[in-house]
């Protein structure tokens, strides 16, 4: 899995600039809130991972692939 800029379809300007990771009971892994920014284009966007939904959510100018990262 990786999160690419929409705009530049790559990861490679990416950059994670907040990570949050919420825990319930102290244990186990409730949600993973990772924001992204793109140092080329200044596109940001999240990616949300709920683990008691089971849903993935991706907000923004970023997108999810689970191919391999596409390089310009
Ligand atoms: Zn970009």
Redesign the pocket.
């Known amino acids: 899995m990786t999160i690419i ?4 379809e ?1 990861a490679q ?2 950059q994670i600039v907040q990570s949050r990771v919420y825990f319930e009971d102290g244990e186990m892994l409730d949600e993973i809130n990772e924001s992204y920014e ?6 940001t966007g999240e990616y949300i991972y709920d683990r008691t939904r089971g849903d993935e959510i991706v907000k923004g ?1 970023v997108e999810k692939t689970d191919g391999r990262p596409k390089y310009a």
């Open positions: 800029c929409s705009n530049c790559t300007f990416l793109c140092t080329m284009c200044d596109a100018d």
